[in-house]
């Protein structure tokens, strides 16, 4: 059971970055560190993007600490593999209903955005790995999908440790290399249209994770219960998403343009300055 929960805790830790880098922060950073705005400021943009890489490793393995933490407590506890599956499950489906808003359902997300006077205040190193480091925790700044917290959960339930530690540290990884997404970037007007594409590519990547959420609990409920129940659960997960497609589409109309349509929270539009939003 705990090789099961550790493969799809590892795809949610996937999706879970992904999907982050679309967050108000993780679109600032892209705005904010770059061969533009570094080479502005007169620095090394090659130096600031390898310290907020380790920074972000870095922040992603402290995660990984306390999801190892985690994880050896819940071995402690010699939980049953129906019970750990159970719990999982449980989570998953928790996290899927959020990211639909499914009756309402959503947990809390963390608004919060780096601190731009570090720009002004630090060294490259300093703010590359310090804005780093909160990026790759997942949870320091903007939070904007349920997956995060169900990696967390998933890492616990893996009553592995070293399972633990390698997702956090993983996901961590993953959110600092999105950075260099704008690396060949030359231009004022390159980056503006890098941007534009980026932000129209929000909604679909916000939907693929709550796809990789649905299949997550499939795999779990086909295995920890029955086939009959990972086709029924299947078809009621089906219905939620049309439902809940339908909805948004209806809400488009009234709402503002750009908006997110997958989870409401602040528009974020980069400044192109080379500052954080």
Not at 60 to 63: A, D, M, S, V
Not at 210 to 213: D, F, H, P, R, T
């Given at each position: 059971m705990t090789i099961?929960?550790?493969a799809v805790a590892a795809m949610v830790a996937v999706?879970?970055?992904m999907?982050?880098?679309?967050?108000p922060c993780g679109l600032s950073m892209l705005s904010t560190i770059t061969p533009l705005s570094e080479r502005a400021r007169g620095h090394s943009y090659r130096a600031t993007t390898t310290w907020f890489v380790v920074g972000s490793t870095v922040g992603?393995?402290?995660?990984g600490v306390v999801m190892a933490l985690l994880a050896g407590g819940v071995r402690a506890l010699h939980l049953s593999s129906p019970t750990l599956g159970s719990a999982a499950i449980g989570a998953a489906l928790v996290a899927f209903g959020s990211d639909l808003g499914i009756g309402g359902l959503r947990l809390p997300i963390h608004h919060r955005q780096v601190n731009e006077r570090w720009l002004d205040h630090y060294r490259p190193w300093v703010y590359g790995a310090g804005f780093g480091w909160q990026i790759g925790t997942g949870l320091a700044t903007y939070i904007t999908t349920a997956a995060v917290y169900l990696m967390l959960t998933l890492g616990a339930l893996t009553t592995n440790p070293a399972v633990a530690l390698a997702l956090g540290t993983g996901f961590g990884a993953l959110r600092g290399l999105a950075v260099l997404l704008t690396r060949n970037l030359s231009t004022p007007t390159e980056l503006l249209a890098f941007h534009r594409r980026f932000a129209a590519a929000g909604p679909t990547v916000g939907w693929a994770v709550?796809?990789?959420?649905a299949v997550v609990t499939l795999m779990l409920v086909g295995y920890v219960w029955s086939l009959v129940a990972m086709i029924v659960f299947a078809g009621v997960a089906a219905l939620a998403g049309l439902a809940a497609l339908a909805v948004r589409r209806r809400s488009a109309s009234t709402s503002v343009a750009g908006e997110d349509d997958l989870r409401p929270h602040e528009v974020h539009r980069p400044d192109y300055s080379g500052r954080p939003g």
């Open positions: 099961w929960i550790s999706a879970a970055a999907r982050s880098t679309w967050s992603g393995l402290t995660i709550v796809a990789v959420e």
